[in-house]
Nanobody, 124 residues
Framework: QVQLVESGGGLVQAGGSLRLSCAAS????????MGWFRQTPGKEREFVTA????????LYADSVKGRFTISRDNAKNTVYLQMNSLKPEDTAVYYC?????????????????WGQGTQVTVSL
């Protein structure tokens, strides 16, 4: 079992930056693929980005490409999401997720473990 805890959300003005962190505990997550998703009320959870165990392979949603960067520190069991040039449409609850099979996928149904989410609000 893996527990994921996100932090770093908050309120920021458009054009600003935030860095989200996701700390994993329970067992080493070094072999897991890690992803970030986001969700707004009434909508399905949306893929943002994911990375494989070595961080050498990453996927990004078109809407965040060039603005967001995923990274991980396996020694610290932590994955990060650096968000720059934030837009009001980036406002959502952001979730960290882990795929124990190490498969890099954009489908939230394939992920096995989830954090509780952290709110990101971008104002005009």
């Amino acid at each position: 079992q893996v527990q994921l805890v996100e932090s770093g959300g908050g309120l920021v003005q458009a054009g600003g930056s935030l860095r989200l962190s996701c700390a994993a505990s329970g067992r080493t997550f070094g072999g897991y693929a890690m992803g970030w998703f986001r969700q707004t009320p009434g909508k399905e959870r949306e893929f943002v980005t994911a990375t494989n165990w070595s961080s050498k392979v990453t996927l990004y949603a078109d809407s965040v490409k060039g603005r967001f960067t995923i990274s991980r520190d396996n020694a610290k069991n932590t994955v990060y999401l650096q968000m720059n040039s934030l837009k009001p449409e980036d406002t959502a609850v952001y979730y960290c997720a882990a795929d124990r099979d190490g498969l890099l996928t954009t489908d939230f149904k394939n992920y096995d473990y989830w954090g509780q989410g952290t709110q990101v609000t971008v104002s005009l």
